[in-house]
């Protein structure tokens, strides 16, 4: 079966960094792109980032450019998303999630892990 | 930049009853990208509808999803009790990979 479990949340003081992890089982990772998205506490998804099934290629939205960045080691079946300069906004639950196609990007997330709580605050 | 806005935000429907959640997209979109995803609180989301009419492996056939252009719609045909829950759409051909606001359905 596939799973996704993320880690690596918790409460981050403004301007601080953290790193997620999120540690993938039950497919070949190395093949499918992988996306990070959050949901601030009431609110609705919003996409953070995509990577490539390689990694060569990644994509990030306007609001965390130049302040996370997207990897994975496919050799540790392993996502990440190191998170810098975090604002009080970036508060949410993180979620990874898996894209349904080999090796497309432009594909819909079939699996999504159970998400992980980052606080930003003083 | 695209946009997603889904209507109604709320619908408040009692079990039984069809439910039909719209996604209206600020430009003209391929239907082969856009996805319809199920949440219920404290989860995470779920595939619910890919390619705007292919419903998800182990989806109901209650469930189904049409449209095109700038307007695509979610159906749910006779609700369970399991099917209230907030309903977001998503455009997936490319970035950023937009999400609408969201259409909770709760029980009237």
């Known amino acids: 079966d596939v799973q996704l479990v993320e880690s690596g949340g918790g409460l981050v003081q403004p301007g601080g960094s953290l790193r997620l992890s999120c540690a993938a089982s039950?497919?070949?990772?190395?093949?499918?792109?992988m996306t990070w998205v959050r949901q601030a506490p009431g609110k609705g998804l919003e996409w953070v980032s995509s990577?490539?099934?390689?990694?060569?290629?990644?994509h990030n939205a306007d609001s965390v450019k130049g302040r996370f960045t997207i990897s994975r080691d496919n050799s540790k079946n392993t996502l990440y998303l190191q998170m810098s300069s975090l604002r009080a906004d970036d508060t949410a639950v993180y979620y990874c999630?898996?894209?349904?196609?080999?090796?497309?990007?432009?594909?819909?997330?079939?699996?999504w892990g159970q998400g992980t709580l980052v606080t930003v605050s003083p | 930049e695209l946009v997603l806005t889904q209507s109604p935000g709320t619908l408040s429907l009692s079990p039984g009853e069809s439910a039909t959640v719209s996604c209206r997209a600020t430009?003209?979109?391929?239907?082969?990208?856009l996805a319809w995803y199920q949440q219920k609180p404290g989860q995470a989301p779920r595939l619910l509808i890919y390619?705007?009419?292919y419903r998800a492996t182990a989806i109901p056939d209650r469930f189904s999803g049409s449209g095109s252009g700038t307007d695509f719609s979610l159906t749910i045909n006779g609700l369970e009790p399991e099917d209230f829950a907030v309903y977001y759409c998503q455009y997936y051909e490319n970035s950023p990979l937009t999400f609408g606001g969201g259409t909770k359905v709760e029980i009237k």
């Open positions: 039950g497919f070949t990772f190395s093949s499918y792109p």
């Open positions: 430009h003209s979109v391929s239907g082969s990208y």
């Open positions: 999630a898996k894209h349904d196609i080999r090796q497309q990007l432009a594909s819909p997330f079939d699996y």
């Open positions: 990577v490539s099934g390689p990694g060569g290629t990644t």
């Open positions: 390619g705007a009419a």
